[in-house]
């Protein structure tokens, strides 16, 4: 590794000194920024770019106590001047000096590290400044008090400021490619751009103790991390000379903040003095940003955390942590996390951790989708003599990571009857969910809850598990009884969630978004927990159903980014899956394939709810219509594999996938077979909405006379826009009805089903051209052509046909001269913006006129309508 890292990004940095050096316009530039950003080797980049005609001086700030007058510039002022003169002429003499150096060229003078410059000198580079003796640049660390004449540089406008950033993680990445080389894997790059936040000087020493301690191995193909990021000996040095001026009392605070942080400033002030904060934060060591309306305190660089908490001794440790855990216990808890950090903190101080203190922290935790801090909780609850009720709570918290025989262990041989009628309750649910979600055991998951339910007669507690059986009962594929069953009063547990998701597949996705908006309305934003996520993952749903797919990829794309940033891999995972299936629609199936194997990744480990060969059947579809029939039959019976005979909700959706991959080997009438029994399977189940889908899919087989009676009665049944353009599209195509397949591609269109809008143009294209219409037949061909090629080379049996059309019958001159005649312009002009005799262009237009079967303009325009942007208001079905 070389000694001095090879010098990496800056490029607008060094352009604009360079720029400001060649214009001079300024007299200089101060670069100010944090400790170790790279401000002198920026300033020694500079230097060392400087041409031939360039001569260059180095002073720097020396910062010793006692300063000496003019100690920066000593090896360059020649001769001794007695302090006896008038100011102005001593320094009138300096720089003479000084300038004359250059002989002539112009001087380039670097003072680093100007905040520690004794007065004398900080004056001498102001007087340089104002002389224009030299083209100053200087370094200046950000939160520093800096001497008088030196901020007066840019405060008269002098010089210009450059505010040095950290380094971008591209640059990171550049730069330690450089040093190991081999390219640093994207996880480990990511881990520490995140640790150093770019900071070159952190970077250098917290690099340097990984390689040293073999955390990190540059070998093989990339460089990557093999353990935790540790504070290793050298950049212990640079961050506790950093903290070498910090009093004890300041120390503690950073202790106590290393710690517990975040802490809200509030909190923070009663813990210590507030001139002590107050002091580190001025000195740029504390980081106040606001949060809700509160300010929360940390440490300036997670580094620094890491390093005193590293330092800090663990009784004292335990010590700081029985002090957070009081302190925030007497705010009353108000935040969310409050209970489970003060639990957190409490069982590592080893003090005063009460099992029901753990155990609340342990559902709260789950509530959080956090199931190893929920364990963690929940075991010790147990150890400390928590009973039945930690046992559930432990059994929750195994459910969540997958554990379902561990959990199964665990609750079946609990005594409902010994315990309260809550934590019964608890049991009840936790157990069912497992048997049905996890084991398989669809029939034994009814019966806990019905024996359990039995046993209750508190009605919030009974509703509780009444919920629990209609969702049984939706899973079940038994969606009437279910919405049933959930409607009414009993607002309790899974109740809205069940009502709304059996609304939307049984086709009435309005009343669910009515639903599902009152519920998410209840829950501050804040709020964001497991209950919050389900109601959100079931309002994705109406969306989609409804045939908005634009806005439901919006939604799974902003839920998806909310999830990445709470680190819950398991609820990125169903986003992945959703955000992937919007794509598909829209024919995106190359960027849908990659959210979907995303999300069936994480989802061969947790899946909570059996849904994985859903995922695989989108995945499936995805290469299908990639026309990669490997990869589809790969994961198709992964898929049927994975698919669970009791989990009903969602399971049509893979035989639907199934009839694609049938209608990419060629087997159109087979693969309109299993759509249909698809949609029957889905009719008997009442999922409506899903039984449309299938029913389209049929239309989209070639089989729109035989499905377009069902569609045109589930109208009635099914509201939304996907379900009206369906029923547009399988009634136009049995039809053939040209001019109803352009509005149905219209419609489509609008509703971001960009695929489906493809296929009814092409339909419509062939429609028109067998009643004759060749202008209208361009025309459609002409947009069915635009919205394929959105569709990333989506190959399906209709727009297959696309492929299969001779050419464009028209050459690129007569297009041209085609599309000016049809906006309007007279032969004449048209000749005239081309350059051509109006003769030549009643040529070409004769040959137009002949090829399109049109004989007039009029015709003519109806040809080259734009190709999208036609959606008529409405349908007119
Ligand atoms: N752009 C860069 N490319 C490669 N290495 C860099 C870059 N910037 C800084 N470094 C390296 O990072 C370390 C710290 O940089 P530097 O000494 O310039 O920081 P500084 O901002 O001057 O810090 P201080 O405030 O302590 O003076 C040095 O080892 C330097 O070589
Ligand atoms: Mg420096």
New binding site residues.
Partial sequence: MPE???????TTELAFIERAMTTRAAAGVAIV?D????????ARELVAAAGAGQTTEWVAGLGTVESIPFGAFAHLLTVPRPGAIDALSRYGGMITDIAGRAAGSPLLLVVD?AHLLDDASASLVYELALARAAFIVT?V?ANERVPEPISALWREELIDRLELQH?SELDVGL?LERVLGVPVEPATLRRLWAATRGN??LL?ELVLDLLGSGALVAAGRTARLTAPLEVGPRLMEVIEARLRNVTAEERAVLETLAVGEPLGAAMLQRLALPRTVAGLERRGLLEVAGHDGELNVRLAHPLYSEALRTAIPRLAAQEIMRQLAEAVEATGMPRREDLMRVATWRLEARDGASPDLLIAAAWRAHSFLDHVTAERMARAAVEFGGSTAAEVALAEALIGQNRRREAEALLAPLDVLAVDQMTRARIGISRASNLFWGLGRAEEAFQVVRDVHQTLHAPALTNFLQAMEAMLLLFSGRTAEAVELASGPMATGSGPLTYALGSTVSGRTGTASEALDEALAEGRPDQWSFEVVQLQLARWWTFWLAGRIRESEAYAADALADAEARRSAEVAAYYSALLGYSLLLQGRHRSAARRLDVAAETMRRVDRWGLRNVVLGWRAQAAALAGDLEAAERSLNEARAATEPHNRLFSTLVPVAASWVLAARGHLSAAAAAAADAAATAADRGQHGFEMLALLDGVRFGAAGAVTPRLALLGGEVDGELARCAHVFGSALAAGDGGRLDAAAAAFDGAGATLFAAEAAVEAMFAHRRAGDRARAYAARRQAAELAGRCEGALTPMIARLGEEEADPLTGREREIAMLAATGLSSPQVAQSLGLSPRTVDNHLQQVYRKLGVSSRRELSLAFRPASGTAPASLGD
């Fill in positions: 001095r890292w090879p010098f990496t990004g800056r920024g400790p170790g950003v790279g401000k002198t080797r920026l590290d370094t660390r380094l730069l070159a000087m250098h």
